[in-house]
């Protein structure tokens, strides 16, 4: 959900900053303490969901191999026979 985003005045705001907020006021209307550790749990976890989904982006210092391509191998020679 952090790679669905749209900018806003100025500002990054991503799919999972607007699920955790509708959360947060759906909590925030059963107990406000629950809806405060919530808010800070899920943002935390946004936040590194964020910073992963970026560096994953990211060829030189992301995850191994995140420059190759996703097509799976066309020839016959590197498929496994069974």
Do not use: H
Not at 17 to 42: K, S
Not at 68 to 77: E, G, I, L, N, R
Request: a negative charge.
């Amino acid at each position: 959900m952090t790679w669905l985003s749209v900018d806003i005045v100025g500002v990054n705001v991503n799919l999972a900053q607007i699920t955790l907020l509708a959360m947060f006021f759906f909590y925030l209307t059963l107990d406000w303490i629950l809806a405060v550790v919530f808010l800070l749990m899920a943002g935390a976890l946004e936040v590194l969901a964020t910073r992963l989904g970026d560096r994953s982006l990211d060829s030189e210092n992301g995850w191994p191999g995140a420059d190759q391509s996703a097509k799976p191998a066309s020839d016959a020679t590197s498929r496994q026979e069974c």
